[in-house]
């Protein structure tokens, strides 16, 4: 398996397995990889005959007083990993690489609609960041698939829209969360979390799967239902950023007819913002 670091040598690199007529799935992270990761990575292995994983920790989706600087950087176990689970190619750029004339100055793509709300609303910009730097990484590497994990429902939404408004010709895969034994779903940030944060942690899947069970019982008080569950999170000792219950094709707030539901969450252990996410079809 081999790491890339600029475009030029990607594209030679990529020109060849297109000689070839291989097909190229991608999966983008921003590194210091767990098992969610490798699923995507098995999950790509499975679609395309070439599997690229792009790390690269995107400055322009995080928020000035967010964590940057200190997001955990790993490369040489990250190329473990990928190398194990088949992966071909690592593109690791620098911001040079992927910004050539700053950040400041890059071309911007903005997502109406399901960019809103939930993260959106906690995150102003972040999604801007992800659309624009995926739509970087879709022009660099041209994968005929891209793999992205459920975990980040909202950020899936993104994507796809972007994917289809602007005519990307990639097909986009979600893949499911991929959780810890008590259900905490895996994260690059779980590792912020202190010993006794970490033992609290999983409530916040408990607390999912407790209201999709209610609302597969046919309770649809939305507003309730997630004003209960906000209240349980603190009562356990999370800040809560959020806690919505939205149609699952539109994001916006559920209705009681909407037969797809998705529960959101994100909450703050500490310094430590975790999300999760759990959908229902009723
Ligand atoms: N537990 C998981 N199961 C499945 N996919 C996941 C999981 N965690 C992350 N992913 C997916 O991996 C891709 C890269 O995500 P990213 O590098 O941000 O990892 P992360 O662990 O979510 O990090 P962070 O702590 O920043 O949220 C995204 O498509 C994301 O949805
Ligand atoms: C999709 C992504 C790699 C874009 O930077 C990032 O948002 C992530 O890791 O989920
Ligand atoms: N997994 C989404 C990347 C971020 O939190 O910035």
């Given at each position: 398996m081999r790491t890339v670091h600029s475009l030029k040598e990607l594209r030679a690199i990529l020109r060849g397995y297109r000689q070839q007529q291989k097909t190229v799935g991608l999966v983008p992270t921003m590194g210091n990889l767990h098992e969610g990761h490798i699923s995507l990575v098995r999950k790509a292995a499975e679609a395309a005959d070439i599997v690229v994983t792009s790390i690269f920790v995107n400055p322009?989706?995080?928020?000035?007083?967010?964590?940057l600087d200190t997001y955990p950087r790993t490369l040489i176990e990250d190329q473990d990993k990928l190398s194990a689970a088949g992966n071909t190619l690592v593109f690791a750029p620098s911001a040079e690489e992927v910004y050539p004339d700053g950040l400041a100055r890059h071309t911007r793509i903005v997502v109406p609609e399901v960019s809103d709300g939930h993260c959106g609303a906690s995150r102003p910009g972040h999604f801007e960041g992800v659309a624009t730097v995926v739509s970087v990484l879709f022009n660099m590497i041209q994968p005929d698939f891209a793999v992205f994990g459920e975990k980040d429902f909202q950020q899936l939404a993104v994507i796809r829209k972007m994917t289809r408004d602007l005519m990307m010709p990639v097909e986009v895969i979600g893949a499911p969360t991929v959780r810890e034994k008590d259900g905490l779903a895996k994260s690059s940030r779980n590792t912020y979390l202190s010993e006794e944060e970490r033992k609290i942690a999983p409530i916040i899947f408990r607390i999912l799967e407790a209201v999709a069970a209610k609302i597969a019982d046919g309770h649809n008080d939305f507003q309730v239902l997630a004003q209960e569950a906000g209240d349980s999170l603190r009562e356990a000792g999370l800040r809560l950023d959020y806690f919505n219950i939205a149609n699952s094709h539109t994001l916006k707030p559920a209705a009681p007819e909407d037969r797809d539901v998705t529960l959101l969450v994100a909450a703050f252990l500490g310094t430590t913002r975790l999300i999760d996410n759990v959908s229902v079809t009723r």
């Open positions: 322009m989706q995080f928020g000035a007083n967010e964590d």
